[in-house]
């Protein structure tokens, strides 16, 4: 089962709104025209707002402490989107950390392992963490040691990709350990050049490889190592 929690998630952006129109009260501005490109120079307000009204443009005051203040004719309300989503668009990928979490069973087959090891090492290139948790039911609790194995077993096999950010530790009746990635996370728009998309992961598991953005093959890879693997669903959760 994968889950997905956020940390530090984005705070509503604070747009500095602009005086406009008939909030702009002083008596001489500095005009210019952004659809045209045209300076007006040095002009009296209520030409200004005329201006607006024949081009159907507002007056917006960009620079209130010139003397005189400097006013534009734009289209406010687009300039207001504009700005809103280039500062979504910068933001969406430095302000949110994610940390998924993947669940296995200490009696997990192999074909499984390799399923879902080939999802933590997807999620590791993309730059995400991974909370690992291996999950005792019954009298597995006693066997402890199985779900340690485990957990040393991803750690080995994913060191080209990850250090670990929190060594194994036993919460209540489940044995959790977090990776980190190596790799800073790079942005969108690098995924998308590079064709890395989500559903990828699915057509990689198919084809036989495992989901990995890495350029350094593992040492499983350079021995000739195939591993089986299979596509899931993100929110499956398998028991052996």
Same mark, same amino acid.
Request: hydrophobic letters at 40%.
């Given at each position: 089962? &994968?889950?997905?929690?956020c940390? /530090?998630g984005?705070?509503?952006?604070a747009?500095r709104e602009?005086r ?5 009260r002083?008596p001489h501005v %500095?005009?210019?025209?952004?659809t045209?490109?045209?300076a ?7 030409r200004a707002?005329e ?6 443009l ?8 010139a003397?005189?203040?400097?006013c534009?004719?734009m289209?406010y309300g687009?300039?207001k989107?504009e ?5 979504k668009d910068s933001?969406?990928?430095h302000?949110?950390i994610?940390?998924?979490e +993947?669940k296995?069973?200490?009696?997990i087959s192999?074909?499984?392992f390799?399923?879902k090891?080939?999802y933590? %090492?997807?999620?590791l290139?993309? /730059? ?8 005792f039911?019954?009298r597995? +609790?006693?066997?402890q040691?199985?779900?340690?194995? &485990?957990?040393?077993r991803m750690?080995a096999? &994913? ?6 950010e ?5 919460? /209540?009746?489940n +044995?959790i350990m977090?990776?980190s990635p &190596?790799a800073?996370?790079?942005?969108r /728009?690098?995924h998308?050049?590079e ?5 990828a992961?699915?057509a990689?598991?198919r084809?036989?490889e ?6 350094a093959?593992?040492?499983a890879s ?5 591993r089986?693997t299979r596509?899931t ?8």
């Amino acid at each position: 089962m &994968l889950s997905i929690f956020c940390w /530090g998630g984005p705070a509503p952006i604070a747009f500095r709104e602009l005086r406009i129109n008939d909030q702009i009260r002083i008596p001489h501005v %500095r005009l210019f025209d952004d659809t045209t490109q045209e300076a007006f120079g040095i002009v009296p307000v209520e030409r200004a707002r005329e201006l607006a009204v024949e081009r159907e443009l507002d007056l917006v005051e960009v620079a209130p402490q010139a003397q005189p203040p400097v006013c534009r004719l734009m289209d406010y309300g687009r300039f207001k989107f504009e700005a809103l989503k280039r500062e979504k668009d910068s933001r969406r990928e430095h302000n949110v950390i994610r940390l998924k979490e +993947m669940k296995l069973r200490p009696k997990i087959s192999e074909h499984d392992f390799q399923t879902k090891y080939g999802y933590v %090492r997807h999620f590791l290139a993309e /730059g995400d963490k991974v909370k690992l948790t291996i999950m005792f039911r019954g009298r597995e +609790m006693v066997h402890q040691e199985y779900g340690r194995r &485990l957990l040393d077993r991803m750690a080995a096999e &994913l060191k080209d990709v990850a250090i670990i950010e929190r060594n194994p530790l036993v919460e /209540g009746r489940n +044995m959790i350990m977090i990776l980190s990635p &190596l790799a800073r996370k790079q942005s969108r /728009g690098a995924h998308h050049a590079e064709g890395d998309q989500p559903a990828a992961v699915a057509a990689v598991a198919r084809a036989g490889e495992r989901p990995s953005r890495s350029t350094a093959p593992s040492a499983a890879s350079a021995a000739g190592d195939s591993r089986p693997t299979r596509s899931t669903s993100d929110a499956e959760d398998q028991d052996a």
